[in-house]
């Protein structure tokens, strides 16, 4: 069973636009949620990230949304910028001290100008 | 921002090789982890080591896969022997801590293509 579900798998926006991106997840352990961004031949790289004791977590243009209650989190791009182009990838860990992170399937997103 | 670096980034070998994949961390990191993603797929934690031991290994941990950091150096991972199976891209990641929610840094991958 996968623990952390991402949708959707693509999404096309344009330029200006909000992207909204969607995961939830079924460990009621979980209570950190990252999410990455990862452009073509690099690795991930962490965009926003938000613990379970908060709701929402901005930064710039970058919002992230958790609900405990529905085990679900979002991320809110607003004004997109064809330089967000990217793969996202939301992911889960608890806290433990072995920092094992679980990642959603990721969502390839296309800013159109 | 601090780089991951990881050599090589593409090997192509034959079943029942082995393969040493190569991960330079962040410089004062002290816990380090390999992920696997296979095309298409989710990335999944392979597993995290921390003063010269395995903290926690998933069940994709198979016996033929260690994990070492000796002397400081490169922080490896070696599959022997290799199956076909194992073709992917391996990640490394580094983090400074290793609570939950200590920011993991990752490289950009090799891929691993087992004939």
């Known amino acids: 069973q996968q623990q952390v579900r991402q949708s959707p798998q693509s999404l096309t926006v344009w330029e200006g636009g909000t992207t909204v991106l969607t995961c939830s997840y079924e460990?009621?352990?979980?209570?950190?949620f990252p999410w990455y961004q990862q452009f073509p031949g690099e690795g991930p790289a962490l965009l926003i990230s938000?613990?379970?004791?908060?709701d929402k977590k901005e930064d710039g243009r970058f919002t992230t949304f958790f609900n405990k209650r529905e085990k679900k989190l979002s991320l809110h791009i607003i004004d997109s910028q064809p330089g967000d182009s990217a793969t996202y990838f939301c992911?889960?860990?608890?806290?433990?001290?072995?920092?094992?992170?679980?990642f959603g399937d990721g969502t390839v997103l296309t800013v159109k100008p | 921002g601090p780089k991951v670096l990881q050599i090589p980034s593409h090997q192509i070998i034959d079943m029942g090789q082995m393969v040493t994949l190569n991960c330079d961390p962040v410089?004062?990191?002290?816990?380090f982890y390999w992920y696997k993603q296979i095309l298409g797929q989710q990335m999944e934690f392979l597993v995290n080591?921390?003063?010269?031991?395995?903290?926690?290994k998933s069940k994709l941990f198979k016996d033929q896969f260690s994990v070492e950091r000796p002397d400081g150096s490169y922080f490896t991972l070696k599959i022997q022997p290799t199956a076909l199976e194992d073709s992917a891209v391996y990640f490394c990641?580094?983090?400074?801590?290793?609570?939950?929610?200590?920011?993991?840094?990752f490289g950009p991958g090799t891929r691993l293509t087992v004939l």
């Open positions: 990641a580094s983090s400074l801590a290793g609570q939950g929610y200590a920011e993991q840094f």
């Open positions: 460990d009621s352990t979980f209570n950190y």
């Open positions: 938000i613990l379970s004791v908060s």
């Open positions: 992911a889960a860990s608890a806290n433990t001290n072995t920092g094992k992170l679980t």
């Open positions: 410089s004062n990191h002290l816990y």
């Open positions: 080591f921390y003063n010269g031991k395995v903290m926690e």
